[in-house]
Each structure stands twice: as structure tokens, then as C-alpha cells.
């Protein structure tokens, strides 16, 4: 089966960010609002495997694909998020960190032992965004890249 995060026609309308090494996209099965991914396009399993070139860009790709996500959700609280490998629970196996804006009252507790009994329920059960609703999302984390674009190419 090919990989979700390889396919270009899968990520074309997910797709709000990249650089050389990386893309980020807007989950298609948000539990939170602004819920994100930041991907390598190289198809790699783990963080152990980054090249020199993206060990070197990644804190700074993910500074820039955060960014964006809290300017989206409107806060300045976040779960960053690494699942490595079948024990912690990574389900496609091409190496993919979360990005979950948090506000009070949100879907996911605070508590990390109830944090991630609710992450797991909320990912079995949340809706999957419809192609449109995916498109006017992508549409408005693209603006805000744009209109914060000298902030980002700071960070
Ligand atoms: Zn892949």
C-alpha cells in the first residue's frame, strides 16, 4: 500500500506550508481546531533517521508550521506531539508530529494520563472534513502565512 504522507495528490489540498525538507498540513481529522502535522518529505520511520540537512531545519520549520497553527486557533498553548513505532501508538509509519493548539475547555484534557485516553477517543470519533471544508481551512492558514510572513521567516 503506498504511504498517505508520500502521495502529492493526498497532501495537495491538506497542504499549507513547506520548505526543502518539510511539509505541514491540516489533519484531515482534527480533534482540536488548528490540529496540524509537520511531515519530512523524505519517507522516514523515525527522528533518528533525519538527514544533517533536516536535523539542522526542523526546529525552525516547526517554529514557522506552529506559528501558523496558533495564529489559526487563536492561542498560544500547544501539544506537540511524536508517536514512534507500533508501542506508542504510530499508526502511519511515516514520521509525522502533531500540532494541537489548546485553549480552556477544549476537547483534550491537561492531565497527560487523560490527555491521551481523550486524543484516542477523539480520533475514533471526530468527523472527517469534507474536501471543501479542508480547501477553505488550507485557503485561511495560507493567509496567514502570507499577512505573518517577515514574523515566520524570523523564527
Ligand atoms: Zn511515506
Known amino acids: 500500500m503506498e504511504c498517505a504522507f508520500c502521495s502529492e495528490t493526498a497532501l495537495k489540498f491538506e497542504k499549507f506550508y513547506e520548505d526543502k525538507n518539510f511539509i505541514a498540513i491540516y489533519n484531515l481529522r482534527p480533534v482540536v481546531k488548528g490540529h496540524c502535522l509537520i511531515i519530512p518529505k523524505r519517507h522516514i520511520e523515525s527522528m533518528l533517521e533525519l538527514n544533517d540537512s533536516e536535523r539542522k531545519d526542523f526546529i525552525s520549520f ?3 508550521a506552529i506559528f501558523i497553527a496558533l495564529k489559526y486557533a487563536n492561542t498560544n498553548d500547544f501539544d506537540l506531539l511524536l508517536q514512534k513505532g507500533e508501542n506508542a501508538g504510530q499508526s502511519i509509519k511515516h ?7 489548546r485553549k480552556r475547555n477544549d476537547n483534550l484534557a491537561v492531565n497527560k494520563k487523560e490527555f491521551f485516553q481523550s486524543f484516542a477517543e477523539k480520533e475514533n470519533t471526530v468527523k472527517t472534513l469534507t474536501q ?3 480547501t477553505a481551512i488550507v485557503s485561511e492558514l ?6 505573518h510572513r517577515v514574523q515566520i521567516n524570523e523564527l
Open 142 to 147: 495560507k493567509n496567514l502565512s502570507e499577512k
Open 95 to 101: 514520521l509525522h508530529f502533531h500540532i494541537m493548539p
Open 62 to 64: 516547526s517554529n514557522k
Open 132 to 134: 471543501s471544508e479542508m
